[in-house]
């Protein structure tokens, strides 16, 4: 059997509200570059990867100035109102490709021994999957005023994570499905609520996503480790 073909959708047309920064958080600088360049550099950098669609919003007036930007196996789409949409624009511009991994451009920290483990998934099972950690703390539902209704057992409790790799045609139909009357915030949720299995491959947890301005100092401590990381090796 033939080799599957695998690309990218790196949905980045969100403007970052939690974070609070003045620009939309994946073009807040980490390190020496911005976060969505930390983010893409492990997909550009992949030999099996064929393509990178990047969803950017009507407005973006940072990603073209970006180095990354020209890139050849870059292409650049409208997001739109939702992640959900921005997700959906990207992927109606890929070409024909078996596998689909979508990754959001606010989790810099994402190792390529992660984005390996996924597409071996495939090779294996021909099949999709996404990234999640475990739950490892005691969990607490509550009602409105904080008020502990119940504690959740942790057991089979999962963290969400990107990339989250499904077929092209299969993910778009999903959404094109389910997005109407359901709030999709992530793809396996599109793909569960149309039926379909979704299989979890445990990630690691440092691949954060940069949610609260907290999050940028956790992010460049886990990017400044990794490059350290590298130098020691070579
Ligand atoms: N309309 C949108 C909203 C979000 N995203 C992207 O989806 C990813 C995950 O979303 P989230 O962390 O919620 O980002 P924001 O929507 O930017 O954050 P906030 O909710 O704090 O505004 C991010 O890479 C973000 O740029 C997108 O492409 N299009
Ligand atoms: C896709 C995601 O990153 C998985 O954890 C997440 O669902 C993005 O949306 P959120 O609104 O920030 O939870």
């Avoid at 739109?80 to 024909?96: F, M, Q, T």
């Avoid at 009602?143 to 990339?163: C, G, M, S, Y």
Wanted: with cysteine.
């Amino acid at each position: 059997m033939s080799d599957p073909c695998f690309s990218v959708v790196i949905p980045a047309a969100g403007i970052g509200k939690r974070v609070g920064a003045d620009i939309p958080k994946q073009y807040l600088t980490v390190l020496d570059s911005t976060i969505i360049e930390h983010t893409l550099k492990p997909f550009i950098e992949h030999a099996d990867i064929q393509r990178v669609v990047v969803s950017v919003s009507e407005d973006d007036q940072w990603f073209a100035h970006l180095k990354v930007a020209t890139h050849p196996k870059l292409t650049v789409v409208k997001g739109g109102k939702e992640r959900v949409d921005s997700v959906l624009s990207a992927l109606k511009a890929l070409p024909e490709t078996d596998y689909v991994l979508v990754h959001d451009a606010a989790r810099p920290c994402i190792q390529s021994s992660d984005i390996d483990k996924l597409m071996a998934h495939a090779r294996e099972t021909n099949s999709g999957a996404m990234l999640a950690y475990r739950v490892r703390d005691t969990m607490k539902r509550s009602d409105q005023f904080n008020h502990i209704k119940k504690t959740v057992d942790r057991e089979n409790l999962w963290h969400a994570l990107t990339p989250q790799m499904f077929n092209n045609k299969q993910l778009i139909d999903a959404i094109s499905g389910v997005q109407q009357q359901h709030l999709i915030t992530d793809e396996a949720s599109a793909i569960e609520l149309a039926g379909g299995q979704v299989t979890i491959i445990e990630g690691r947890s440092d691949n954060l996503k940069v949610t609260q301005s907290e999050d940028l100092l956790l992010a460049e401590f886990y990017l400044s480790k990794f490059n350290s990381l590298v130098k020691e090796k070579i």
